[in-house]
């Protein structure tokens, strides 16, 4: 059984106030809250031990070296992964995702095509455009149904020979919605595509194994788990990294330089250029110890219970619509109420200490899907609790007595 108070105590932020209110923090989607021992082992690694990592010689540098790739290792377990090589740090999902679709404007070619969903973020949408519009590759839209789920009869018509890569996110940022990715991996594979799965919303809050799920490459960021920012993941089968072509140049992804031509280092270095996020990277390992201590299960049992008491307490209020009403939905939770703009409704309840995201969240083709401007979002991390929820409910029915 979690103690939710021990945990929330382990979060200094959580004792500040907001224009004279308790800080209650419902905007975990888009980054979540640090616990005291990843502030520390930030500021341990600047006080104690901080050097470049790999080729260095000196204490500090074997130091540094030995506790950042400790953090390779402990996500290679985190996630299920047969090698630790397999895991490439970036700077977050969104730089993963580029990293990937970068190399394949190289490798696809007119006639080919890449699949990808009305639910993507624009992390994941962005790229493949551009990567087809270089490539001459042919974009292909998975469309949505009005309860917020993929529509697979749409996908299996989409799918054919031509495909070369489907890019589909494991969990909706804005919707929440788990999408059917085991599905997608198998039936792709079966037509020789590769899969690419956006898990920037869903390694937090779903336990991974990248054996058995069988993504060719899987993202995620640290930021949304409970670890530092400017730190990301790129997860990728050895056979799929090793066909794409180099991202970067310079200091650490090489093997031997010359003015005749360069070899590139094997993975993972191939692909990590220059000094990368050491600070973060080392603290990113603390926050997964932090996660697996507590235990992932134990997590995401405990964010649903405040899932489905939000829910029901939120259509208690009169003219309130949720998005994303899909049957297998994890924390997050998108509405509008009937004649007010998602915007207002974030600012007032700001006044009274409630943090919620407003917006169109990176996903317009969504709000473009059901005609909305944008929507009022609450999503859920381990520290919240079904009290911060009833004063969150409370903020918003006064935020619609002023509005109405």
Same mark, same amino acid.
């Given at each position: 059984?979690?103690?939710?108070?021990?945990?929330?105590?382990?979060?200094?932020?959580?004792?500040?106030?907001v224009?004279?209110?308790?800080?209650?923090?419902?905007?975990?989607?888009?980054?979540?809250?640090?616990?005291?021992?990843?502030?520390?082992e930030?500021?341990?690694?600047?006080?104690?031990?901080?050097?470049?990592?790999?080729?260095?010689?000196?204490?500090?540098?074997?130091?540094?070296?030995?506790?950042?790739?400790?953090t390779?290792?402990? $996500?290679?377990?985190f996630?299920? &992964?047969? !090698?630790?090589?397999?895991?490439?740090? #970036?700077? +977050? @999902?969104?730089?993963?995702?580029?990293?990937?679709?970068?190399?394949?404007?190289?490798?696809?070619?007119?006639?080919?095509?890449?699949?990808i969903?009305?639910?993507?973020?624009?992390?994941?949408?962005?790229?493949?455009?551009?990567?087809?519009e270089?490539?001459?590759?042919?974009?292909?839209?998975?469309?949505?149904?009005?309860?917020?789920?993929?529509?697979?009869?749409?996908?299996?018509?989409?799918?054919?020979?031509k495909?070369?890569?489907?890019?589909?996110?494991?969990?909706?940022?804005?919707?929440?919605?788990?999408?059917?990715?085991?599905?997608?991996i198998?039936?792709?594979h079966?037509?020789?595509?590769?899969?690419? $799965?956006?898990?920037?919303?869903? &390694?937090? !809050?779903?336990?991974?194994?990248?054996? #058995?799920? +069988? @993504?060719?490459?899987?993202?995620?960021?640290?930021?949304?788990?409970?670890?530092?920012?400017?730190v990301?993941?790129?997860?990728?089968?050895?056979?799929?990294?090793?066909?794409?072509?180099?991202?970067?140049?310079?200091?650490?992804m090489?093997?031997d330089?010359r003015?005749?031509g360069?070899?590139?280092?094997?993975?993972?270095?191939?692909?990590?250029?220059?000094?990368?996020?050491?600070a973060?990277v080392?603290?990113?390992?603390?926050?997964?110890?932090?996660?697996?201590?507590?235990?992932?299960?134990?997590?995401?049992?405990?964010?649903?219970?405040?899932?489905?008491?939000?829910?029901?307490e939120?259509l208690?209020i009169?003219?309130?619509?949720?998005?994303?009403?899909?049957?297998?939905?994890?924390g997050?939770?998108?509405?509008?109420?009937?004649?007010?703009?998602?915007?207002?409704?974030?600012?007032?309840?700001?006044?009274?200490?409630?943090?919620?995201?407003?917006?169109?969240?990176?996903?317009?083709?969504i709000?473009?899907?059901y005609?909305?401007?944008?929507t009022?979002?609450?999503?859920?991390?381990?520290y919240?609790?079904?009290?911060?929820?009833?004063?969150?409910?409370?903020?918003?029915?006064?935020?619609?007595?002023?509005?109405?």
């Amino acid at each position: 059984m979690l103690n939710i108070k021990e945990i929330r105590a382990q979060f200094p932020i959580l004792n500040r106030k907001v224009n004279g209110n308790d800080l209650i923090y419902f905007d975990n989607g888009a980054t979540t809250q640090k616990p005291q021992v990843v502030i520390d082992e930030i500021a341990n690694y600047y006080k104690n031990e901080n050097a470049n990592v790999h080729r260095g010689v000196h204490f500090l540098s074997g130091l540094a070296t030995d506790k950042f790739e400790q953090t390779r290792n402990t $996500i290679k377990e985190f996630i299920g &992964a047969k !090698h630790n090589y397999e895991i490439i740090f #970036t700077k +977050g @999902a969104t730089d993963s995702i580029n990293l990937v679709a970068n190399g394949y404007r190289s490798l696809l070619k007119k006639g080919d095509e890449i699949i990808i969903s009305e639910l993507e973020h624009h992390s994941n949408i962005v790229p493949w455009q551009i990567c087809s519009e270089i490539s001459g590759a042919s974009l292909k839209v998975i469309p949505l149904t009005d309860e917020g789920e993929l529509k697979m009869n749409e996908f299996d018509n989409l799918l054919n020979s031509k495909t070369k890569l489907i890019a589909v996110s494991h969990i909706s940022n804005t919707l929440g919605t788990i999408n059917p990715i085991k599905y997608i991996i198998e039936k792709a594979h079966k037509m020789g595509a590769k899969v690419l $799965i956006d898990g920037a919303q869903a &390694a937090s !809050h779903i336990p991974l194994n990248m054996e #058995t799920l +069988g @993504a060719d490459f899987y993202v995620f960021s640290a930021h949304k788990l409970y670890g530092p920012t400017g730190v990301g993941v790129l997860y990728g089968k050895e056979d799929a990294l090793n066909k794409l072509p180099v991202y970067q140049g310079g200091g650490e992804m090489i093997k031997d330089v010359r003015f005749t031509g360069t070899t590139y280092a094997d993975l993972p270095h191939k692909f990590e250029a220059g000094t990368p996020n050491i600070a973060g990277v080392i603290a990113f390992k603390t926050a997964i110890d932090f996660i697996s201590q507590l235990g992932l299960k134990n997590i995401v049992a405990y964010e649903d219970t405040l899932l489905q008491y939000a829910t029901s307490e939120l259509l208690k209020i009169e003219g309130v619509k949720i998005y994303g009403t899909a049957k297998q939905k994890t924390g997050i939770i998108s509405f509008n109420i009937d004649g007010i703009h998602p915007y207002d409704i974030g600012v007032i309840v700001d006044k009274l200490g409630v943090a919620i995201r407003t917006g169109h969240h990176c996903t317009q083709p969504i709000m473009e899907r059901y005609n909305i401007p944008g929507t009022a979002r609450i999503s859920f991390a381990i520290y919240n609790t079904k009290e911060e929820i009833n004063i969150c409910i409370a903020a918003i029915k006064q935020a619609k007595k002023m509005l109405s």
